[in-house]
């Protein structure tokens, strides 16, 4: 079992930047996948940007540029870095953990960029 907890949400004027944090806990296994999602309201769940235990990074092209993934290996903690933010990246945001068998999900941190 692998557990998550989230924090650094918050409200954001337009153009400013936030960083999520997502602290993982438990049996880690060697090779891993972290990512986060988000959730706007009445839209669907989507993939926000990844990180893998070697090192790979991807994401989505509206957020390039943007928002960066990183990890602290010694607290397995994984950082969010989002700048430059838009109204339109208002959403729930989950941070998710994928092992070879199981994926375990945070609790979800709500960012609201709003002026």
């Known amino acids: 079992q692998v557990h998550l907890v989230e924090s650094g949400g918050g409200l954001v004027l337009p153009g400013g930047s936030l960083r999520l944090s997502c602290a993982a806990s438990?049996?880690?296994?060697?090779?891993?996948?972290m990512g986060w999602y988000r959730q706007a309201p009445e839209k669907q769940r989507e993939w926000v940007i990844g990180?893998?235990?070697?090192?790979?990074?991807n994401n989505r092209d509206s957020v390039k540029g943007r928002f960066a993934i990183s990890k602290d290996n010694a607290k397995m903690t994984f950082y969010l870095q989002m700048n430059n933010l838009k109204p339109e990246d208002t959403a729930i945001y989950y941070c998710?953990?994928?092992?070879?068998?199981?994926?375990?999900w945070g609790q979800g941190t709500q960012v609201t960029v709003s002026s």
């Open positions: 990180i893998s235990s070697d090192d790979m990074t």
């Open positions: 438990g049996s880690i296994p060697t090779m891993w996948t």
């Open positions: 998710v953990f994928y092992s070879i068998r199981n994926e375990y």
